[in-house]
Protein backbone atom coordinates (compact mmCIF):
# COMPACT_ATOMS: atom_id res chain seq x y z
CA UNK A 1 0.00 0.00 0.00
CA UNK A 2 1.52 3.45 -1.12
CA UNK A 3 1.99 6.37 1.16
CA UNK A 4 -0.75 8.06 -1.36
CA UNK A 5 -3.03 5.48 -0.39
CA UNK A 6 -2.24 5.51 3.18
CA UNK A 7 -3.04 9.10 3.16
CA UNK A 8 -6.13 8.48 1.18
CA UNK A 9 -7.59 6.37 3.78
CA UNK A 10 -6.41 8.24 6.71
CA UNK A 11 -7.26 11.97 5.57
CA UNK A 12 -9.54 11.96 2.34
CA UNK A 13 -13.09 12.19 3.83
CA UNK A 14 -12.22 15.42 5.42
CA UNK A 15 -10.00 16.61 2.66
CA UNK A 16 -13.11 16.00 0.02
CA UNK A 17 -15.61 17.69 2.95
CA UNK A 18 -13.87 20.67 3.27
CA UNK A 19 -12.66 21.20 -0.69
CA UNK A 20 -16.74 21.26 -1.22
CA UNK A 21 -16.44 24.07 1.11
CA UNK A 22 -14.36 25.99 -1.41
CA UNK A 23 -16.50 24.36 -4.38
CA UNK A 24 -14.44 21.84 -5.53
CA UNK A 25 -15.72 18.34 -4.24
CA UNK A 26 -18.76 16.62 -5.51
CA UNK A 27 -17.02 15.56 -8.53
CA UNK A 28 -14.61 13.50 -6.16
CA UNK A 29 -16.89 11.26 -4.22
CA UNK A 30 -18.34 12.78 -1.65
CA UNK A 31 -20.42 11.32 0.36
CA UNK A 32 -24.74 11.00 0.92
CA UNK A 33 -26.09 12.06 4.26
CA UNK A 34 -28.93 9.85 5.21
CA UNK A 35 -29.31 7.75 8.24
CA UNK A 36 -29.52 9.59 11.88
CA UNK A 37 -30.18 8.36 14.91
CA UNK A 38 -31.71 10.30 17.72
CA UNK A 39 -28.93 11.76 18.66
CA UNK A 40 -28.13 14.59 16.51
CA UNK A 41 -25.76 12.87 14.24
CA UNK A 42 -24.92 9.77 12.36
CA UNK A 43 -24.86 6.23 15.13
CA UNK A 44 -21.23 5.52 13.54
CA UNK A 45 -20.27 8.03 15.37
CA UNK A 46 -19.93 6.02 18.74
CA UNK A 47 -16.48 4.61 16.89
CA UNK A 48 -15.04 8.00 16.90
CA UNK A 49 -12.42 8.14 20.11
CA UNK A 50 -13.54 11.06 22.23
CA UNK A 51 -10.27 13.05 21.77
CA UNK A 52 -10.81 13.57 17.69
CA UNK A 53 -9.38 16.93 16.32
CA UNK A 54 -11.93 16.79 13.47
CA UNK A 55 -15.05 14.74 12.69
CA UNK A 56 -16.79 14.68 9.52
CA UNK A 57 -19.39 12.80 7.66
CA UNK A 58 -20.57 12.23 4.14
CA UNK A 59 -23.50 10.88 2.18
CA UNK A 60 -21.77 9.39 -0.82
CA UNK A 61 -25.00 7.93 -2.56
CA UNK A 62 -26.42 11.68 -2.35
CA UNK A 63 -23.01 13.16 -4.21
CA UNK A 64 -22.38 10.28 -6.16
CA UNK A 65 -25.73 10.28 -8.32
CA UNK A 66 -25.95 14.01 -8.17
CA UNK A 67 -26.16 15.67 -11.12
CA UNK A 68 -23.45 18.09 -10.27
CA UNK A 69 -20.46 15.37 -10.09
CA UNK A 70 -22.07 14.61 -13.23
CA UNK A 71 -21.37 17.64 -14.70
CA UNK A 72 -18.01 18.09 -13.38
CA UNK A 73 -16.94 15.02 -14.44
CA UNK A 74 -17.09 16.72 -17.86
CA UNK A 75 -14.06 18.86 -17.16
CA UNK A 76 -10.13 17.76 -18.10
CA UNK A 77 -8.46 16.55 -14.90
CA UNK A 78 -11.39 14.77 -13.47
CA UNK A 79 -10.24 11.49 -13.17
CA UNK A 80 -11.19 8.19 -11.37
CA UNK A 81 -7.60 7.34 -10.14
CA UNK A 82 -8.28 7.89 -6.63
CA UNK A 83 -11.47 5.71 -6.60
CA UNK A 84 -9.50 3.08 -8.37
CA UNK A 85 -6.70 2.86 -6.16
CA UNK A 86 -8.67 2.84 -3.70
CA UNK A 87 -10.51 -0.25 -5.25
CA UNK A 88 -7.33 -1.76 -6.22
CA UNK A 89 -6.64 -1.56 -2.09
CA UNK A 90 -9.22 -2.52 -0.16
CA UNK A 91 -11.76 -4.13 -2.89
CA UNK A 92 -14.24 -1.69 -2.08
CA UNK A 93 -15.59 0.61 -5.24
CA UNK A 94 -16.68 3.76 -3.48
CA UNK A 95 -19.26 4.68 -6.28
CA UNK A 96 -20.73 1.14 -5.84
CA UNK A 97 -20.71 0.23 -2.27
CA UNK A 98 -20.66 2.78 0.13
CA UNK A 99 -23.69 4.45 1.36
CA UNK A 100 -22.17 6.79 3.88
CA UNK A 101 -18.81 7.49 5.77
CA UNK A 102 -17.66 9.59 8.96
CA UNK A 103 -14.41 10.06 10.06
CA UNK A 104 -12.40 11.51 12.34
CA UNK A 105 -8.57 13.07 12.27
CA UNK A 106 -6.58 12.96 15.74
CA UNK A 107 -4.66 16.08 16.92
CA UNK A 108 -1.52 17.48 15.42
CA UNK A 109 1.52 16.52 17.13
CA UNK A 110 5.13 17.37 16.43
CA UNK A 111 7.13 14.59 14.62
CA UNK A 112 3.93 12.31 14.97
CA UNK A 113 2.64 10.46 11.88
CA UNK A 114 -0.84 11.79 11.20
CA UNK A 115 -3.73 9.10 12.59
CA UNK A 116 -7.04 8.90 11.40
CA UNK A 117 -9.91 6.61 11.18
CA UNK A 118 -13.03 6.49 8.58
CA UNK A 119 -16.06 3.99 9.08
CA UNK A 120 -17.49 2.98 6.14
CA UNK A 121 -21.00 1.96 5.71
CA UNK A 122 -22.27 -0.16 3.09
CA UNK A 123 -22.12 -3.50 1.11
CA UNK A 124 -18.73 -5.46 1.73
CA UNK A 125 -17.30 -8.90 0.39
CA UNK A 126 -15.44 -9.79 3.24
CA UNK A 127 -13.66 -12.43 2.22
CA UNK A 128 -12.84 -11.11 -0.95
CA UNK A 129 -11.38 -8.20 1.09
CA UNK A 130 -9.12 -10.56 3.14
CA UNK A 131 -8.09 -12.20 0.25
CA UNK A 132 -6.69 -9.20 -1.01
CA UNK A 133 -4.99 -8.14 2.26
CA UNK A 134 -3.50 -11.41 2.75
CA UNK A 135 -1.79 -10.82 -1.18
CA UNK A 136 -0.15 -7.61 0.07
CA UNK A 137 1.36 -9.69 2.93
CA UNK A 138 -1.30 -8.75 5.51
CA UNK A 139 -2.22 -10.56 8.77
CA UNK A 140 -5.70 -11.18 10.36
CA UNK A 141 -6.10 -10.95 14.01
CA UNK A 142 -9.04 -10.76 16.35
CA UNK A 143 -9.62 -7.93 18.88
CA UNK A 144 -12.12 -7.99 21.03
CA UNK A 145 -14.51 -10.34 19.48
CA UNK A 146 -14.08 -8.27 16.15
CA UNK A 147 -11.83 -9.10 12.97
CA UNK A 148 -9.52 -7.10 11.91
CA UNK A 149 -6.82 -6.86 8.85
CA UNK A 150 -3.76 -5.49 9.01
CA UNK A 151 -0.78 -4.69 6.85
CA UNK A 152 2.31 -2.80 7.24
CA UNK A 153 3.12 -0.83 4.24
CA UNK A 154 6.53 0.74 2.77
CA UNK A 155 7.82 3.45 2.84
CA UNK A 156 8.08 5.12 -0.75
CA UNK A 157 11.62 5.84 -1.11
CA UNK A 158 12.81 4.39 1.54
CA UNK A 159 13.92 0.62 1.28
CA UNK A 160 13.10 -1.99 4.08
CA UNK A 161 11.46 0.90 5.97
CA UNK A 162 8.01 0.58 6.67
CA UNK A 163 5.38 2.74 7.42
CA UNK A 164 2.32 2.94 10.36
CA UNK A 165 0.29 -0.34 10.58
CA UNK A 166 -2.92 -0.10 9.00
CA UNK A 167 -5.92 -2.15 9.54
CA UNK A 168 -9.47 -2.45 8.65
CA UNK A 169 -11.77 -3.82 11.10
CA UNK A 170 -15.54 -5.30 10.31
CA UNK A 171 -17.56 -3.49 13.32
CA UNK A 172 -20.65 -5.07 12.68
CA UNK A 173 -22.46 -6.25 9.53
CA UNK A 174 -22.25 -3.33 6.69
CA UNK A 175 -19.74 -1.34 8.52
CA UNK A 176 -15.70 -1.73 8.55
CA UNK A 177 -13.09 0.99 9.94
CA UNK A 178 -10.31 1.88 8.22
CA UNK A 179 -7.20 3.64 9.54
CA UNK A 180 -4.09 3.06 11.33
CA UNK A 181 -4.05 -0.37 13.47
CA UNK A 182 -4.30 1.59 16.75
CA UNK A 183 -7.45 4.14 15.85
CA UNK A 184 -9.05 0.60 14.18
CA UNK A 185 -8.94 -1.08 17.87
CA UNK A 186 -10.16 2.05 18.95
CA UNK A 187 -13.10 2.29 17.03
CA UNK A 188 -13.77 -0.74 18.24
CA UNK A 189 -13.38 -0.08 22.23
CA UNK A 190 -15.42 3.23 21.39
CA UNK A 191 -18.70 0.38 20.29
CA UNK A 192 -18.69 -1.53 23.65
CA UNK A 193 -18.19 1.24 25.90
CA UNK A 194 -14.75 3.77 25.99
CA UNK A 195 -14.81 7.17 25.49
CA UNK A 196 -16.05 7.89 22.43
CA UNK A 197 -17.20 11.55 20.36
CA UNK A 198 -20.62 11.78 21.66
CA UNK A 199 -18.86 12.53 24.67
CA UNK A 200 -16.85 15.73 23.56
CA UNK A 201 -19.38 18.49 24.42
CA UNK A 202 -17.34 21.04 22.16
CA UNK A 203 -17.25 18.84 18.92
CA UNK A 204 -20.77 17.68 19.44
CA UNK A 205 -22.25 21.10 19.60
CA UNK A 206 -20.81 22.16 16.36
CA UNK A 207 -22.31 18.65 15.31
CA UNK A 208 -26.04 19.39 15.97
CA UNK A 209 -26.17 22.83 14.21
CA UNK A 210 -25.66 20.17 11.11
CA UNK A 211 -28.09 17.46 10.80
CA UNK A 212 -29.86 16.94 7.51
CA UNK A 213 -26.86 18.49 5.28
CA UNK A 214 -25.42 15.70 3.03
CA UNK A 215 -21.53 16.63 3.91
CA UNK A 216 -19.79 18.43 7.46
CA UNK A 217 -17.38 18.93 9.13
CA UNK A 218 -16.09 20.37 12.32
CA UNK A 219 -13.02 20.58 14.61
CA UNK A 220 -9.94 22.65 16.00
CA UNK A 221 -8.99 24.32 13.21
CA UNK A 222 -5.01 23.80 14.10
CA UNK A 223 -5.61 20.52 13.35
CA UNK A 224 -7.04 21.27 9.92
CA UNK A 225 -3.95 23.80 9.31
CA UNK A 226 -1.56 21.48 10.49
CA UNK A 227 -3.09 19.13 7.58
CA UNK A 228 -3.72 21.74 5.18
CA UNK A 229 0.25 22.64 5.59
CA UNK A 230 -0.32 26.74 4.60
CA UNK A 231 2.49 29.03 3.83
CA UNK A 232 3.63 31.23 6.95
CA UNK A 233 2.94 34.29 4.38
CA UNK A 234 -1.10 33.34 4.67
CA UNK A 235 -1.01 31.68 8.51
CA UNK A 236 0.69 34.66 10.22
CA UNK A 237 -2.40 36.96 8.53
CA UNK A 238 -5.03 34.68 9.64
CA UNK A 239 -6.53 35.58 12.91
CA UNK A 240 -6.39 32.72 15.71
CA UNK A 241 -9.27 30.56 14.79
CA UNK A 242 -10.62 27.62 17.27
CA UNK A 243 -12.98 26.26 15.86
CA UNK A 244 -14.60 25.43 12.12
CA UNK A 245 -16.92 23.82 10.66
CA UNK A 246 -18.03 23.36 6.37
CA UNK A 247 -21.57 21.37 5.69
CA UNK A 248 -22.76 21.39 2.08
CA UNK A 249 -26.15 20.42 0.66
CA UNK A 250 -25.77 18.70 -2.72
CA UNK A 251 -29.33 19.10 -5.22
CA UNK A 252 -28.76 20.16 -8.86
CA UNK A 253 -26.28 22.21 -7.75
CA UNK A 254 -24.53 22.42 -4.35
CA UNK A 255 -25.18 25.14 -1.28
CA UNK A 256 -22.24 25.27 1.33
CA UNK A 257 -21.70 27.23 4.30
CA UNK A 258 -18.18 27.64 5.99
CA UNK A 259 -17.65 28.76 9.90
CA UNK A 260 -15.53 29.82 11.88
CA UNK A 261 -14.88 30.93 15.42
CA UNK A 262 -11.87 33.46 16.48
CA UNK A 263 -10.40 33.73 19.97
CA UNK A 264 -12.27 36.53 20.48
CA UNK A 265 -13.94 39.35 18.84
CA UNK A 266 -11.88 41.67 17.73
CA UNK A 267 -9.78 38.55 15.98
CA UNK A 268 -13.69 37.58 14.57
CA UNK A 269 -13.93 41.32 13.01
CA UNK A 270 -10.48 41.22 11.70
CA UNK A 271 -11.26 38.11 9.66
CA UNK A 272 -14.45 39.30 8.67
CA UNK A 273 -12.42 41.95 7.54
CA UNK A 274 -10.08 39.91 5.37
CA UNK A 275 -12.68 38.20 4.12
CA UNK A 276 -14.13 41.30 2.79
CA UNK A 277 -11.51 42.34 0.94
CA UNK A 278 -11.17 38.76 -1.04
CA UNK A 279 -14.56 39.39 -2.15
CA UNK A 280 -14.66 42.54 -3.30
CA UNK A 281 -11.03 41.95 -5.09
CA UNK A 282 -12.95 39.08 -7.16
CA UNK A 283 -16.06 41.28 -7.80
CA UNK A 284 -13.40 43.98 -9.31
CA UNK A 285 -11.55 41.41 -11.29
CA UNK A 286 -14.73 40.13 -12.89
CA UNK A 287 -16.62 43.64 -13.02
CA UNK A 288 -15.82 43.99 -16.30
CA UNK A 289 -16.44 40.40 -17.72
CA UNK A 290 -19.51 39.50 -17.82
CA UNK A 291 -18.72 35.32 -18.99
CA UNK A 292 -16.77 35.41 -15.65
CA UNK A 293 -19.38 36.85 -13.54
CA UNK A 294 -21.83 33.87 -14.16
CA UNK A 295 -19.25 31.61 -12.92
CA UNK A 296 -18.61 33.41 -9.79
CA UNK A 297 -20.84 32.36 -6.97
CA UNK A 298 -22.87 34.89 -4.36
CA UNK A 299 -20.60 35.02 -1.16
CA UNK A 300 -22.76 35.55 1.57
CA UNK A 301 -20.86 37.09 4.80
CA UNK A 302 -22.41 36.83 8.05
CA UNK A 303 -21.65 36.39 11.93
CA UNK A 304 -21.61 38.40 14.62
CA UNK A 305 -19.67 38.01 18.19
CA UNK A 306 -16.94 35.69 17.79
CA UNK A 307 -18.60 34.29 14.65
CA UNK A 308 -17.91 34.11 11.32
CA UNK A 309 -19.86 32.41 8.36
CA UNK A 310 -19.35 32.59 4.59
CA UNK A 311 -22.12 30.80 2.76
CA UNK A 312 -22.34 30.47 -1.05
CA UNK A 313 -24.62 28.29 -3.94
CA UNK A 314 -23.34 26.84 -7.11
CA UNK A 315 -26.52 26.98 -9.11
CA UNK A 316 -27.43 25.43 -12.62
CA UNK A 317 -26.69 28.45 -14.56
CA UNK A 318 -23.37 28.69 -12.80
CA UNK A 319 -22.65 25.31 -14.50
CA UNK A 320 -24.11 26.47 -17.78
CA UNK A 321 -21.91 28.83 -18.32
CA UNK A 322 -18.78 26.55 -17.16
CA UNK A 323 -20.14 24.04 -19.92
CA UNK A 324 -20.31 27.49 -22.29
CA UNK A 325 -16.25 28.30 -21.72
CA UNK A 326 -15.44 25.00 -21.50
CA UNK A 327 -16.70 24.22 -25.25
CA UNK A 328 -15.53 27.70 -25.81
CA UNK A 329 -11.94 27.04 -24.94
CA UNK A 330 -12.00 23.36 -26.58
CA UNK A 331 -13.21 25.08 -29.99
CA UNK A 332 -10.40 27.17 -29.60
CA UNK A 333 -8.00 24.85 -29.28
CA UNK A 334 -9.14 22.48 -32.16
CA UNK A 335 -8.71 25.73 -34.28
CA UNK A 336 -5.51 26.67 -33.27
CA UNK A 337 -4.30 23.00 -34.23
CA UNK A 338 -6.22 23.08 -37.40
CA UNK A 339 -4.42 26.65 -38.35
CA UNK A 340 -2.03 26.74 -40.91
CA UNK A 341 1.73 27.02 -39.29
CA UNK A 342 3.24 30.16 -40.40
Known amino acids: MTAKTRYFLIGSVMVLIIGLSIG ?19 EELKYLPGDSAVVAYANVRDVMNSELRQRLRKFEG ?20 IDHVVACMGAPAAGAERSGLVVVSGRFDS ?3 EAMAMQHGGRTEQYKGKRLLLVSPHREGEEGARGPEMAMGFLESGVVALGTADMVRRAVDG ?4 ANV ?14 G ?17 LPAEVSERIPPITWFSAAGKVNGGLQAVVKAEAKDEQ ?5 RDILRGFIALAKMQAGSKPAIQKMLPDVQLAGDGKEVSISFAVTNEMLDAFDAAREMGAKIKKQ ?5 KQ
Open 267 to 271: GAENL
Open 198 to 211: LGNAELMRLVNDLT
Open 191 to 194: AAGA
Open 78 to 97: VTDEGRSEFKSETGIDIEQD
Open 127 to 129: SKI
Open 213 to 229: ESMWAVGRFDALSAQAS
Open 336 to 340: QEQAP
Open 24 to 42: LVAFYGGMPAGLFSSQRGP
